[in-house]
């Protein structure tokens, strides 16, 4: 089973409106962390927001939100005023403790393409 | 602060060569990652590394293996190359395991 879904291949918003990229996951690991990276046609993967399972607020850095539903597992990006920069590969990602071995390991969902149009 | 650095860029190798990726970490981060990027797996983690140990594994065949070194920069080697070894090699770190992942621009490897 995917442990990571992201159902959206490709997005497309207007310059300065918000835009919601969906993220779906999959475990039975109390513990966990949840990305949001962002990879340019550069191939760079650059890191943007992370929300863990305990938060009780879901995460916020600067235009980028996550809207973290631990009941629907769902944790989804919200970008507000998009800028032509954003339009890229988007990748959801989570950590799970399983009891020590996995800290280091992020598992991918497939991506999502935003492109903002002008 | 530098990023984390990754080389060669880009390389190109034949079929049963073998390769060797290198990967400085950002200063001060001792957890170094490896991942493959394909378009048709995505990507796959391969390895992590922390104080010169490797802490975890990927699903990968033993001809990819990796180590650290005591400055926390990590290499990764594959041997007998394959050409469904061809792919973008992202290297990660970390300051401690639970923390955020930072990449580095990656190694285009292409197997002929």
């Known amino acids: 089973a995917q442990k990571i879904t992201q159902t959206q291949p490709g997005m497309f918003v207007q310059e300065k409106e918000a835009v919601t990229l969906d993220c779906t996951y999959d475990?039975?690991?109390?513990?966990?962390?949840l990305f949001w990276y962002k990879q340019p046609s550069s191939g760079e993967m650059i890191f943007l927001i992370y929300?863990?399972?305990?938060?009780?607020q879901n995460a916020t850095e600067g235009r980028y939100s996550l809207n973290f539903q631990k009941a629907r597992k769902s944790a989804n990006l919200v970008i507000s005023a998009s800028q032509l920069g954003d339009s890229a590969m988007y990748f959801c990602a989570m950590r799970e403790s399983a009891g020590g071995t996995s800290y280091g390991k992020l598992t991918f969902g497939q991506g999502t393409i935003l492109t903002v149009h002008p | 602060k530098a990023g984390v650095t990754q080389t060669p860029r880009y390389l190109i190798k034949t079929r049963g060569q073998q390769v060797t990726l290198s990967c400085s970490p950002i200063s001060g981060h001792r957890s170094v990652s490896w991942y493959q990027q394909t378009p048709g797996q995505g990507l796959q983690f391969l390895f992590e590394?922390?104080?010169?140990?490797?802490?975890n594994k990927g699903n990968f065949p033993g001809r990819f293996s990796g180590r650290q070194f005591s400055n926390s920069r990590s290499e990764m080697n594959v041997s007998t190359l394959e050409l469904g070894d061809s792919a973008l090699y992202l290297c990660?770190?970390?300051?401690?395991?639970?923390?955020?992942?930072?990449f580095g621009p990656g190694t285009r490897l292409t197997v002929t």
């Open positions: 475990t039975s690991d109390p513990s966990y962390g």
């Open positions: 990660a770190s970390s300051l401690e395991v639970l923390y955020e992942q930072y």
């Open positions: 929300q863990g399972s305990y938060d009780q």
């Open positions: 590394y922390f104080s010169e140990t490797q802490r």
